[in-house]
């Protein structure tokens, strides 16, 4: 099985968990649904409108702070930035404006503007996107392209940390969660694309994108 991660073809079974089969890559230690076994776009969607982010929420501002503070630590005044996956109500874009900085939103079910992914960015943020990608290479090339030189690739996922607890963990059981990744994950990305890699805290990674 190939890893749509780091499209090593070094992917090995790793477990069985109620009609579901996830993989696991030798390589950069990504686990992923079965491709065959991944939701359809009706599937996701109806997911998504369970969600509820609200902008004054403090409780949820409180969990977007984990991403938001160390990269507003490391960006430069008025910075412009993109929301990418930013879903229905982007409050994170709201506290990144807030701190001073332009922020263009894109998701792919609540703002499909393609006229964003034709400029780049000092800095991309992607609040708990990456474990919902398809293609996740695919997907990584793509953010790449839109950051600038010296830009800073902000994420922010639930690590997989304890493989015992897998089967019952509740980011697992997440229908739309189809891939889930180690701190080890994002520095084999890193290595991948020559980027720098920093996991400034847990379930937090900057991949900050070389000058020239």
Same mark, same amino acid.
């Given at each position: 099985m190939r890893c749509p991660v780091c499209e090593a073809a070094s992917a090995r079974f790793f477990l069985h968990v109620v009609a579901r089969d996830y993989w696991r890559c030798v390589d950069c230690e990504a686990t992923f649904l079965d491709p065959a076994q991944r939701p359809d776009a009706a599937t996701e969607a109806a997911q998504y409108r369970l969600h509820c982010n609200e902008p004054d929420d403090a409780a949820y501002r409180g969990f977007l702070g984990h991403l938001a503070r160390p990269l507003l630590d490391r960006l430069p005044p008025a910075q412009h930035?993109?929301?990418?996956?930013?879903? #229905?109500? #982007?409050?994170?874009?709201?506290?990144?404006?807030?701190?001073?900085?332009?922020?263009?939103?894109?998701?792919?079910?609540?703002?499909?503007?393609?006229?964003?992914?034709?400029?780049?960015?000092?800095?991309?943020?992607?609040?708990?996107?990456?474990?919902?990608?398809?293609?996740?290479?695919?997907?990584?090339?793509?953010?790449?392209?839109?950051?600038? #030189?010296?830009?800073?690739?902000?994420?922010?996922?639930?690590?997989?940390?304890?493989?015992?607890?897998?089967?019952?963990?509740?980011?697992?059981?997440? #229908?739309?969660?189809?891939?889930?990744?180690?701190?080890?994950?994002?520095?084999?990305?890193?290595?991948?694309?020559?980027?720098?890699?920093?996991?400034?805290?847990?379930?937090?990674?900057l991949l900050f994108k070389r000058e020239g």
């Open positions: 930035g993109l929301d990418y996956g930013c879903g #229905p109500g #982007p409050v994170l874009a709201a506290m990144l404006r807030e701190a001073g900085h332009i922020v263009a939103l894109y998701d792919p079910f609540y703002f499909d503007d393609a006229t964003v992914l034709a400029q780049a960015y000092d800095f991309i943020s992607c609040t708990e996107v990456t474990e919902h990608f398809h293609h996740p290479a695919d997907e990584f090339r793509r953010l790449e392209q839109l950051l600038k #030189p010296g830009g800073v690739l902000a994420v922010m996922t639930a690590f997989l940390t304890d493989d015992t607890r897998f089967a019952d963990w509740h980011y697992r059981r997440d #229908p739309t969660h189809v891939v889930f990744y180690r701190p080890a994950t994002f520095h084999h990305l890193a290595r991948q694309h020559g980027w720098a890699c920093e996991i400034p805290c847990p379930n937090v990674a």
